[in-house]
């Protein structure tokens, strides 16, 4: 059935583009006289309500380009694809900005909606276009705007998105810099590099990222200048480096996601390393209800992990599963973090020296960490309860707890490791130094562990009141929040302790992050359980 156009106001229009019925000769202001090309939208001043359909199941080529075009709250300007005519399936029309630096760049520009649109760009035609520093799927940027905001990225799949040609191989040394250093395809990116400016409530839904030559999803912020941003209900697959990171943010939820083998090295023009998910420099995020699956990389590489500088990061009923690097990674100079009911499965399996490993696995890390030439610092604060981690035979599982680290709580956990544990140092760029130094304001009681070996002894600090036994996993090794129902719910039922500020903590966790949701603060109260698994299930039938 033919789309039957109906305006936003009475000022607005819109625009028509197809690559084989269309001409730019034409006016684009109807479907039998639409444009050819995207180049020729790049000449139009749009007005709020204005609207560019592209046609379904159609390829175009070239690139999108938004600058200083203002929709409003209530007529935002929408891009999105169209049934050309009643025999046309709804399949999403495909960009591809192969040689190009975006897709669909977006610039100086407030109330955006993108909508069932694929992307893609497998490299380059020639090297004329070398000015451009990347490829990048979605840009959202500002060069001039003191504020922009409200942009949505919806249903918006992007996938093969690559700076080189194939065959193209990275050296070997650049999986060790800190995030690469050559030019590389990326999905979405949200760039704001201007201090005074803003770029505020970005929603990020219901879309997919896939085979793309870095990072997924990434933020890049400075002082807070990202804030008010969703990221939800997305998958996120084979990126070549992180599947998301975030610097420089505030208020930002992260929230039903999917992340799957971040770090993937399936084409040589891939960086090789990353964790799921990660932050840096970043200030009140929630991090719930996702998956972070089979991250790769010869260091981090962990379901999700804290990076340095940061405060008040959450990590809430997520599944982090076979994960190179690890389940909990907080590094220095962090306040106020926690990683609360979740689920661990073999994660920090990679073992350092094997494969080119320069980092240990490990599942549960606090680091001294905050930059190359800065002194040692432990994160300060660090809350971890209520967790369910769980190692198969075949992996030894590290620990390790820089002793710069003050204020750690760790209670109502579920250890349960088949395999050895032992204690290892950071190795984040520079190895820890080993001394006698005790780490300060330590809560660590009333976990659950399947054995006495459960805990290496030399970490410096245990339980103080340790309870031992088997939970009785129902299918202990799956990837499945059902698989970790505990048959031995006597065990677990009711034998939690309350959990209460660290001596010292006057701020808890998030208490001003304004969310709709009312297990925000870190207390727990009326005998809980232990483990993540009763929770979990509460919480998800509650919110799906």
Known sequence: MMFISCHFSLMAEDYYVHPTLGNDANSGMSINTSFKTLKHLDNIKFLPGDRIFLASNQIYEGSINLKNQQGTKENPILINTIS????????????????????????????????????????????????????????ITNKQSKQMSNITINKVSIFDVYYENEGFTRGKGEVKTANGTQKYGWGIRVINLNPKALINDVYIENSLIKSVSHTGIKLTGKKYNITNVFISDNKVEATGGPGIQMSGVKNVTVKNNTVTHSGSTDDTRKWGRGSGLWTWSASHILIEKNKFLYANGPGDSAGAHIDFNCD??????????????????????????????NISINDGHRVKGVNGAFQEGKIFWLSGYQGTNKKRKGPVNSYFYNNTIYSDSTIVSKIAIDNTSKGILIANNIFYLKGASKAVLGDQYRPDKLNNKGVENVFFKNNLFLNEQNWPKEIGINDSNPIYGNPLFVNPGGIELQDYIPRNKSLVENKGIEITFLPGDTMGLLQDFKVNNDIIGNTIKNKPSLGAILYMEKYFRKTN
């Not at 990590?315 to 907080?330: M, P, R, W």
């Open 312 to 341: 008040n990061v959450v990590l809430q009923y997520n599944i982090s599963a076979y994960n190179a690097g690890g389940f909990c990674e907080i590094l220095g100079n962090n306040y106020n973090c926690a990683y609360r009911y």
């Open 84 to 139: 050309w005519n009643s025999s046309n399936a709804m399949i999403p029309a495909t960009i591809n900005f192969k040689g190009a630096p975006n897709g669909i760049l977006i610039e100086d520009c407030s109330f955006i909606n993108i909508s069932n649109i694929q992307l893609t760009a497998n490299g380059h035609y020639d090297y004329s276009e070398k000015v451009s520093k990347m490829r990048c799927g979605i840009l």
